[in-house]
């Protein structure tokens, strides 16, 4: 039997993932101009996601929320945006929910920083596989490592210091 408490939680959780998946789609649509091509903000909205959200949301928000956006306006990434984003946001969940339970904010910023190395990785060997070519890849490398930092950084701020995932909690226990 299903309790009000259970039903409340499973409804918040269901919203919370749609609003981030729906966020991230909108931030991977469009790029901030920079010289020589465009930095994405979706890397914010998927690591306060992943630090948020248990493992299956966080691929949601990130893997699904990125290929949904990248299918709607430039598909010819989007399988390596799931694989690629959905991984990132899976381990930064993990790290923030089961390892070092006792360092909370720590075991984030681990989980954001082994996410944003596996975001370069993944992007770059994706890059070169579907363009056929790793110079472009390697042309990119310095737009994507910008874009994982920014991420890492803003989605760590974010969900500590404006204290998003303590109102996160605080709503899931009411």
Partial sequence: MQTKNTGKRNTV???????????????SSFGV????GHLYMNDIIICTAAII??????????????????????PLPMFVSLVT??????????FSHHVM??????ASGIGVAVGAVIMVVGYSLGRAFIYSTPEYALIKLP???LQAAVGAVVGMILCWKCGIKDMYLKIIRQ
């Fill in 13 to 27: 959780w269901l919203c919370t993932t749609a609003m981030f998946m729906a966020l991230n789609v909108a931030m």
């Fill in 85 to 94: 984003h959905g991984l990132q946001a899976v381990v930064i969940s993990v």
């Fill in 101 to 106: 339970k006792d360092h909370p904010m720590l």
């Fill in 33 to 36: 101009p920079v010289p020589g």
């Fill in 143 to 145: 737009y994507q490592i």
């Fill in 53 to 74: 959200l248990d493992p299956f949301a966080a691929f949601m928000v990130g893997g699904v929320g990125a290929f949904l956006g990248d299918l709607f306006f430039y």
